[in-house]
C-alpha cells in the first residue's frame, strides 16, 4: 500500500511559517508516498496555493459537525473543502482530552468530512494508565468502532493510532506493541468493512523522528505516519518522508 505521512502542526505557525511548505515542496518532489501538511486554519488558504503543482496536499486538524450556523468559532468540513482542504484530522486526543470530544463527536465530525468531501483522518489510542492496566487493545477498539461512521471507505477514511503516552513526549511503543494494536486495528476495519477494510491506511503518530521512521514504516500494517513537532522543520520532515518507501 502507498504509505501516507501526514505532519499536524498543531497550533504552530505564523505567515512567515509558509517557507517551510516551500522548502518541503523542494526536498519531496520524487517523494513516492502521500504527503499532506495540516496547519492551522488561518494558513490552509495560503498553504493551499502554495502547493499548487506539487505532490504536497493539505488538510485541517479539526472541523464542526455540522454545516453552517451558529457556531461561533467553528469551521465546517465544507468551508475547508471550499478552500482546497482534502484532509482533516478528528479526534486527537488533545481535542478529546481538552475539548472533551468523545466518540459519538468525533463520529458526527467524520460524517461531516464526508458530507463535505474531505478524507477523516480519525485519531485512536490509550493512556499510559489504559496500557499500563493492560487495555490498550480494548481502548482503541472501542475508539474505532464508536468514532468510524457509516459510509467510511478506504477511499475517505484513515485511522492514526496515537498512543497518548507518545505524542510529544520521546517515548514510542516497541515495535510489538506498535504491530499488535495495528493488526487489532487491522482486524476491526475488516470486521467493518469487508475486504475494503484491508486498503484503509493506519498511521502511527507518536514522536516520529527522521532517526525512528525507517524502522516505524517497517513494521507490518503500519501504512505511514501523523507527525508532529518533527513536522515543523521542513528538513526533519522530508527526512520521514523519505523514509516512506
Ligand atoms: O500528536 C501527534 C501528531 O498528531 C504526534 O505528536 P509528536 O510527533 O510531536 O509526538
Same mark, same amino acid.
Given at each position: 500500500?502507498?504509505? =501516507?505521512?501526514? +505532519? ?5 505557525? *505564523? ?24 496547519? &492551522?486554519?488561518?494558513?490552509? $488558504? ?35 473543502? $471550499? ?19 468523545? $466518540? ?7 460524517? %461531516? ?11 485512536? +489510542? ?17 475508539? =474505532? ?11 475517505? =477514511?484513515?485511522?492514526?493510532?496515537? &498512543? ?6 520521546? =517515548?514510542? &511503543? ?14 476491526? *476495519? ?15 503518530? +507518536? ?8 524502522? /516505524? ?20 520532515? %522530508? +527526512? /520521514? /518522508?523519505?523514509? %516512506?518507501?
Amino acid at each position: 500500500m502507498r504509505k =501516507l505521512v501526514a +505532519g499536524n502542526w498543531k497550533m504552530n505557525g *505564523l505567515v512567515s511559517s509558509q517557507a517551510e511548505i516551500e522548502a518541503l515542496k523542494g526536498l519531496t518532489g520524487s517523494a513516492t508516498c502521500d504527503i499532506v501538511v495540516c496547519p &492551522p486554519f488561518t494558513l490552509i $488558504d495560503r498553504a493551499v496555493e502554495r502547493v499548487k503543482d506539487s505532490n504536497l496536499v493539505i488538510g485541517a486538524q479539526d472541523c464542526h459537525a455540522q454545516q453552517s450556523g451558529a457556531h461561533t468559532g467553528d469551521v465546517s468540513a465544507e468551508m475547508l473543502a $471550499d478552500i482546497g482542504a482534502r484532509y482533516v484530522i478528528l479526534g486527537h486526543s488533545e481535542r478529546r482530552v481538552s475539548h472533551g470530544e468523545d $466518540d459519538e463527536i468525533v463520529r458526527a465530525k467524520a460524517v %461531516a468530512a464526508h458530507r463535505g468531501g474531505l478524507i477523516a483522518i480519525v485519531c485512536v +489510542g490509550e493512556t499510559r494508565h489504559e496500557r499500563d492496566e493492560g487495555r490498550a487493545i480494548e481502548v482503541v477498539g472501542e475508539q =474505532l468502532r464508536e468514532s468510524v461512521p457509516e459510509g467510511a471507505t478506504s477511499a475517505n =477514511l484513515v485511522i492514526a493510532y496515537e &498512543p497518548v503516552w507518545a505524542i510529544g513526549t520521546g =517515548l514510542v &511503543p516497541t515495535n510489538e506493541q506498535i504491530e499488535e494494536v495495528h493488526a487489532a486495528i487491522r482486524q476491526m *476495519l475488516e470486521e467493518r468493512l469487508g475486504s475494503d477494510g484491508n486498503s484503509v491506511r493506519i498511521l502511527y503518530g +507518536g514522536s516520529v523522528k527522521s532517526s525512528n521512521a525507517e524502522a /516505524i514504516f517497517g513494521l507490518r500494517n503500519v501504512d505511514g505516519a501523523l507527525v508532529g513537532g518533527a513536522s515543523l522543520k521542513a528538513s526533519e520532515f %522530508a +527526512g /520521514i /518522508i523519505s523514509a %516512506a518507501v
